[in-house]
């Protein structure tokens, strides 16, 4: 194996913590407004940095830029770990003389990010708790109690109801194949992993993910909020419609947007309005957008029009992850509550007619 090819590897290994990314932006705008140069800005952030990590990517950086090369060129290895927005973010200020912008730009937008994962994470916990308790007691009733009262029932000879034959198998299967069970969810949650590393199946999956219901509309929106974000900080930095267009399109996570996107910018190219192309997918691009879009392109002013845009999107985002735990948590209380309620009659039920015989 070559040097090169480990030396790749072991770049696309390394990982950056969310918050020495923004440290880094925040830091390094400050300091290139201020007049430092990169290399001491950068020298001064890798004394403050704990990741051992983003050290080795610092230590590259200054080397790169000794030698002459720009900031945005001595990240390019890392793109895996900064994502591809932020080093063309970088190189725009870097080309149009708004760098410590630019930066600003990158920082807000990293603590978003954190305050949106914050957001999910508290949403989750609560919903994490009962579906942890519903499995603990559904398991501890399937596993442990239902078989020391069988033998009762057998030992009588009583007739047991459906839903009572129905929790014996399941609580046999289980305690025959529990390491099956085991091992072949941790099968398919490998094997999924590795089919959506699949284009053709990451489509169609992304595309089953805009239909799901409350899940399909924060998608969306989060989709909105990036394209819409990214458009106009191009735009502002000088970038060409076709060209802003297409780089949107790169950075989109979600195939079903990055296709969409990709169409447009090859219309655009060929002489056609960007919202034009934009209002034939109304599926995934509400008419808001194409409209605002519209009136920024005769006005003038479609920068500004989708800097709207992206506050409104990331404030709907921000919002509807807010409201996430109060959807899930009536949802998982019902499943909680008819999980518990059809082992309980399952086991209650042949007692009852027992007691009723004699």
Known sequence: MSNKLVDRINKSLIRVPLP????????????????????????????????????????????????????????????????????????????????????GFLSSELKESQRLRSKVKSAMIYPAIILVATIGVVGALVLFILPRILPIFSSLGAELPLTTRILITTADFLQNYFFLVILGGVLLFIATLLLMRVN????????????????????????????????????????KIVEAVSTSSDIMKNLVYKKALLEASENVQKGEALYESLEKKTKIIPQTVSRMIEVGEKTGNLDDNLDYLADFYKEEVSDNVANLSSVLEPALLLIMGGLVGFVAISIITPIYQITQAF
């Open 200 to 239: 053709a199946i990451k489509y169609v999956f992304h595309r089953i993910l805009l239909v799901t219901p409350f899940a399909g509309s924060i998608s969306k929106k989060y989709n909105m909020a990036n394209f819409t974000r990214t458009l106009g900080i191009l735009l502002r930095s000088g970038v």
């Open 20 to 103: 020495e990314k923004i440290m880094f932006t925040k830091h390094m705008s400050m300091m290139v407004k201020s007049g430092m140069s990169e290399i001491e800005s950068i020298q001064l952030i890798r004394s403050q940095v704990k990741s051992r990590g983003f050290k080795i990517v610092l230590n590259d950086v200054i080397q790169g830029l000794e030698n002459g090369q720009f900031l945005s060129a001595t990240l390019s290895p890392y793109e895996r770990v900064f994502g591809k927005l932020f080093i063309n973010i970088i190189s725009l200020g870097e080309v149009s003389g708004t760098l410590s912008e630019n930066l």
